[in-house]
């Protein structure tokens, strides 16, 4: 499939749904550069813009590197050479060239606009180095938002004329988010808000245009977008505008904030039923308060939606919602409450006797009930004073007069309330008190004004106030929403983690594009932060480049505060519900807080703030910068300091596989190898990927750094390339590879060899030829020779290795007892020189020749050590020997089911490392498993095939242990001419080997089997 190349916002790469990492600016630079200019580019005029201060030589060379970069992450033939130009060669799919052939047409783009990730043209990506190319960059970001912005438009001008509303406010908000100040979309935008009944976020988008313009360009809005206002606020645009207070029946009631398709109903059991038991006391005639507490998004609304929804048709609901934008306005919500035309039209036709003088009252603040009744009194002029209290009693009376039943009051987001509508609630719950009146107010605690806590504080008091804290979403409850939303139940815990179990986080999570923090979120997020002061926000801006395990004493250097103004904005923060404490460690209450306040940095204040965040960090924490590596890494690379990012990522790394975190270590030391390449990173990488027993990539990795290091003419590296590949060949069972690439080893080392090399060349000699079955004389030459160097050079991790090969040596001699002694040794050495799996192989060891000695609890104790390391450690590849171990003491002690699991899944371990020798032993053990079961035929199948699986292969030991073993098979068979020729080949192969414990099996086998 077509690499797929992504560059309006973040720059994104993926193939077959798969992401694609690139993390070295330059390269990204590169790429997107050849992708938009088109056509041939001169390597003079790349050199130019990416490496301006560099010398020619130093400038090629970052050129060739890159190039390698970007060819090993997207495939080899991505970019092509004609002479001394570059040219994209290879099949991919571009936003900005897909963008640029359909920007008249946009309709026909693929995937639809809509879909697109928004944001500049290589959005984070800045090269201070290479200022020619930041003029370029800043001309392509103008043209492709421009392009961007003209095709939108198109696509919205003809959804306008269907009368698509909603597409349209989509698009435009979209569009916003692009670019801030275009003025058109803000006219859209409220257009859409207006047609779909929302006049209040309409004319609070006219707000937030009007500050943007006079903060940013210190102007006002155009005419046309003024009288746009008047006309929405007059009621006259559009000509008639459905209220979204409605009085409700039987049927599902309309969301109070739109109708956008509502994501399923989960939890929330405990206050369904908190609202069931106020309900029934209110129609016992008692007034009942219920306030649902809760962040921004936990659901509080989406409550009251659910519940009462199933209300008999008969109870009357009276809903309103209170707006930041009109805080200050008078009676808003409660104007809200009563003005629909319809349902006032109702409810006038339903009161047995009219109350004109209130209804007078009210038509000062309403004025459609003038409308509605011409010919009610003017009302009487009064003291101010009595004229308010007049005003709250005709609300109550309404209220009163609605109808017989029960009374249902919501109000949504009782916070932004403006103060004369909570002195009429005041002033209701003293009137109702008496009255079948269930009031419901939803509130965010954090956001609540003096005046409204004090008034909860005497509510409280009260036995009719309930408080109903909503709680975040438990990991189970996430999982369900998450399935019922369509999302992918494998990435639940992900976005539970991201959404912080809050319910709207979580939703548009699972309906957003991955890793990208939705619109609806982002406005919401940072409509919150707009209210923090600058200082609380500079401190806000490092806790977000840090991100986790957030100390103050790191906080206060990265945000360059003093110790009095950090502590006054985390106060600042955590009361506003941004931040909070626990033990000392500040985290933030939504990882996505962090990622919007990220994501709203400028490039260079970004820079600054991960610069300054990786000094703090190490000057914190210079007596151990192991464990902070990682974070080091990141915050350089940022900062655009990539040797440094490289090093710390080296030393990350390091710490992971100390840890046992392989998979860690592996990507670790690709970061590292991508910020900075050298052989020498690809010569750790290889490391890691063996010891994950990914050996196809180790493979690649090293073989890749021996071709770099040759270029390089570095032989210590070539030398190191090689006996990893030697090593590799070992752990696979290709033993004349492994004695080759050692030899190869010892050729680019030389003379002047480090004692390092020169060990494991030597011990890779023995061991390979030892495994290969050549001399046990000539392996044990080098064996010895390895351990006395590494004794002699303090190399105790090769020296425990060593005595390990020599143990296997003097098996195949036939000295068990040494064997022993030489495992025993190996593991002591191991453990003091910290190799994991050189302990883990050597209790394995152990453990199969006390098993051939007789002794089964040695074998057992040892065995099981062996597994208990490798699973505490997560090393893998020994788990293709431990199987084995495994198996033969469970069928040494006739536990036949039992061996035949432990050989099945050491199989399927061994063909991850394709080790074809070792396969061929399981299918061996597997042979006598059925011979112990009595299965004699189904023995004599797996033996053979097993015995055949080897004669392509260089194990003699093992093939002449299975010809004893076939011979056992064909004595029990009564077919000892069989038998006799299986002894035969054993014999001619194990002559001047000196196999001398198969010497004995087979002249005891001979006795039995003469045929004469």
């Known amino acids: 499939m077509a690499l797929r190349v992504h560059l309006l916002g973040r720059p994104h790469f993926e193939r077959d749904g798969s992401t694609l990492e690139i993390t070295s600016n330059k390269a990204v630079a590169l790429f997107a550069y050849l992708i938009s200019a088109q056509g041939n580019q001169s390597r003079e005029r790349i050199l130019a813009l990416l490496w301006p201060d560099s010398s020619e030589e130093a400038a090629r060379k970052n050129l060739r590197n890159t190039l390698w970069l970007i060819r090993r992450t997207f495939g080899e033939g991505v970019i092509e050479a004609n ?15 897909e963008l640029s052939a359909h920007e008249d047409s946009p309709e026909q783009l693929q995937p639809p606009l809509t879909e697109w990730q928004v944001g500049d043209f290589l959005d984070s990506i800045d090269l201070d180095d290479a200022p020619d190319y930041e003029i370029w960059l800043a001309r392509a970001r103008e043209q492709y938002r421009q392009m961007y912005l003209r095709a939108t438009m198109v696509l919205i001008e003809r959804h306008r004329t269907r009368g698509d509303w909603k597409y349209v406010l989509s698009a435009a908000q979209t569009a916003l988010a692009l670019d801030a100040l275009q003025e058109s979309f803000y006219r859209l935008e409220m257009e859409a808000y207006a047609q779909l009944g929302q006049r209040a976020e309409a004319l609070h988008a006219y707000d937030t245009l009007s500050r943007m313009l006079r903060s940013e360009i210190g102007v006002e809005p155009l005419p046309q977008t003024e009288a746009l206002r008047s006309s929405i606020m007059a009621g006259t645009y559009p000509a ?85 934008a009109t805080q200050t306005l008078p009676f808003a919500p409660l104007i809200q409450l009563f003005s629909d035309r319809a349902w006032l039209q109702r409810m006038i ?122 709680q975040r979403f438990t990991n189970e409850e996430a999982a369900t929403l998450v399935s019922r939303l369509g999302g992918n139940p494998q990435l639940a815990q992900r976005v539970q983690a991201a959404s912080a179990g809050n319910p709207l986080f979580l939703t548009e999570l699972v309906r957003g594009a991955p890793d990208d923090v939705p619109p609806v979120l982002s406005e919401l997020i940072r409509a919150r932060l707009n209210h923090v002061s600058p200082t609380a926000r500079q401190v806000l801006q490092a806790a977000a480049v840090l991100e986790q395990d957030i100390d103050y004493l790191t906080l206060r250097r990265a945000s360059g505060r003093d110790e009095e103004e950090t502590l006054d904005a985390l106060d600042e923060l955590m009361e506003a519900s941004v931040l909070v404490e626990r033990g000392g460690i500040y985290t933030f209450t939504h990882p996505l807080v962090a990622k919007v306040v990220r994501d709203s940095l400028g490039s260079a204040r970004k820079v600054f703030l991960h610069r300054r965040a990786a000094e703090a960090l190490a000057a914190i924490h210079a007596g151990r910068l192991e464990p902070k590596a990682a974070q080091l890494s990141h915050h350089h690379e940022v900062a655009g300091e990539f040797a440094k990012a490289a090093m710390y990522a080296d030393l990350a790394a390091q710490h992971a596989l100390s840890l046992a975190a392989s998979a860690d270590a592996i990507e670790l030391y690709r970061r590292a190898l991508t ?24 493979r690649k990795a090293f073989l890749h750094a021996l071709k770099v290091s040759i270029e390089q003419n570095n032989m210590r590296n070539a030398a190191e390339a090689c006996v990893q590949m030697a090593h590799l060949s070992l752990a696979s069972g290709s033993f004349d590879d492994t004695v080759r690439w050692a030899n190869e080893s010892n050729r680019y080392a030389g003379a002047d060899a480090e004692d390092g090399l020169q060990v494991q060349a030597e011990f890779l000699l023995g061991a390979g030829l030892l495994q290969g079955g050549e001399s046990l004389e000539e392996a044990e030459v080098h064996l010895r020779r390895a351990a006395q160097l590494a004794t002699d050079g303090k190399l105790n991790e090769m020296a425990g290795q060593s005595r390990f090969e020599l143990g296997n040596l003097l098996a195949q001699r036939g000295d068990l007892a040494q064997a022993l002694e030489a495992y025993g040794e190996s593991i002591q050495i191991a453990q003091g020189a910290g190799d994991t799996l050189q302990v883990i192989l050597g ?93 004699l035929d189904d023995a004599l199948l797996q033996l053979e095939r097993a015995w055949q699986d080897l004669d392509s292969l260089q194990a003699p030991y093992l093939q002449t242990q299975i010809d004893l073993w076939l011979a056992e098979l064909h004595l029990r068979r009564n077919e000892n001419v069989a038998a006799w020729q299986c002894i035969q080949r054993a014999e001619d192969r194990m002559r001047s080997r000196g196999y001398h414990r198969l010497e004995e099996i087979a002249s005891r086998l001979k006795q039995r089997a003469n045929p004469n």
């Open 843 to 935: 209790h394995n060891n152990y453990a199969y020749h006390a098993l051939l000695i007789g002794d089964l609890a040695a074998a057992h104790a040892h065995s099981e050590s062996a597994l208990s390391l490798a699973d505490a450690s997560a090393i893998e590849m020994p788990r293709q020997y431990l199987y084995s171990t495994r198996g033969e003491i469970a069928m040494l002690e006739g536990h036949w089911d039992e061996s035949t699991d432990w050989f099945t899944r050491g199989m399927t371990e061994s063909e991850k490392t394709g080790n074809r020798v070792q396969l061929a032993n399981y299918r061996a053990n597997l042979g006598l498993v059925a011979q112990g079961r009595g299965q």
């Open 240 to 324: 008639q505008i459905t209220a979204d207070i409605l009085l409700q029946r039987h049927t599902r009631r309309k969301p109070i904030l739109g109708d956008n398709p509502q994501p399923p109903f989960v939890g929330r059991a405990t206050e369904m039923a908190a609202l069931d038991s106020a309900f029934r006391i209110t129609q016992s005639g008692h007034l009942q308060l219920l306030v649902l507490t809760g962040e921004m998004g936990i659901g509080k609304t989406r409550l009251w939606q659910e519940w009462s929804a199933s209300l008999p048709p008969e109870d009357a609901a009276l809903e309103a919602r209170c707006l930041e």
């Open 349 to 470: 036709d339903q009161l047995p006797h009219p109350i004109p003088l209130w209804l007078a009252e009210l038509a000062r603040v309403i004025p459609t009930l003038q409308t509605l009744l011409p010919n009610l009194p003017a009302p009487t002029p009064l003291p101010l004073d009595e004229e308010r209290r007049r005003l709250f009693e005709a609300f109550v009376q309404l209220v009163l007069n609605i109808s017989p039943h029960p009374i249902l009051i919501f109000i949504d987001d009782i916070h932004w309330a403006d103060n004369a509508t909570l002195d009429w609630l005041a002033y209701l719950m003293r009137r109702v008190s008496d009255q079948p009146v269930l009031v419901v107010l939803s509130c965010r605690s954090e956001d609540a004004p003096a005046s409204l806590v004090h008034l909860l504080t005497n509510w409280e008091r009260e036995s009719y106030m309930t408080r109903l804290p909503l």
């Open 83 to 97: 002479g001394e130009s570059l040219y994209l060669a290879g099949p991919l799919w571009c936003d900005v060239r």
């Open 675 to 698: 910020l900075d390449p050298s052989p020498e990173r690809e010569l750790h990488l290889g490391m890691a990927l063996s010891r994950a027993s990914e050996f196809n990539l180790a």
